[in-house]
């Protein structure tokens, strides 16, 4: 009896432990992949990220793929979607880094205001632009999302870019690429249901 209890009880434990195991990897959040590819095998990439390691990520059978290409200020109008990279002030305004244009088919990805990684302290902030004002070093943009909105101030130094829709014939060994959320898997891989790519050599800059 002692036996059966002792063999009962050790067959607990390692089920406990599969299922933590299990459960932390289930709330591991999702990761923000920048890099460049190095090779492509169907759905399966191989990225060298900016950090310099060396990651396998699996694109979902239907991942949309998006170009990111160079934009200007006279894109930016009130009434489109965008992403802004920003700095925060002292005053608590922001100053961008970079704006991403995003399609009509985008509109509601991210919304709201949140910390970023590009760089310490960096912000990013999704939403409709509300209004455009000139300002003394650009223009002034009035950003509105579901929980608030944000005064954010372009300058001569911001990358401006935009969103395209794009095909995996794209994706090719060489092209820059950012991935917002990449979920890992059992066996230490990654999975994406969306991917970005630098069209023509651009890095995409969020």
Request: overall charge positive; hydrophobic content about 40%.
């Amino acid at each position: 009896m002692r036996d059966v209890f002792a063999f009962v009880s050790r067959a607990v434990v390692v089920c406990l432990m599969v299922f933590a195991a299990g459960y932390s990897l289930a709330q591991e959040p999702p990761k923000r992949i920048r890099g460049a590819i190095e090779a492509v095998d169907g759905n399966n990439l191989t990225i060298k990220t900016r950090e310099g390691s060396v990651v396998k990520v699996v694109l979902k059978e239907k991942a949309p793929v998006v170009a990111v290409v160079t934009a200007s200020l006279k894109d930016i109008k009130p009434g489109i979607y965008a992403g802004i990279t920003g700095m925060p002030r002292a005053d608590g305004s922001q100053r961008a880094v970079e704006v991403h244009i995003f399609p009509e088919s985008m509109r509601g990805v991210g919304d709201g205001h949140r910390p970023w990684d590009l760089v310490p302290e960096s912000t990013m902030t999704n939403g409709n632009i509300e209004q455009q004002v000139a300002s003394v070093e650009g223009q002034t943009l009035k950003v509105k999302y579901k929980d608030g909105e944000k005064s954010i101030e372009i300058t001569p130094k911001t990358q401006i870019v935009a969103f395209q829709p794009s095909s995996r014939d794209e994706l090719k060994p060489g092209a820059k690429i950012f991935i917002a959320a990449a979920t890992k898997l059992p066996d230490g891989n990654y999975e994406a249901a969306r991917i970005a790519y630098g069209k023509d050599g651009l890095t995409p800059p969020m």
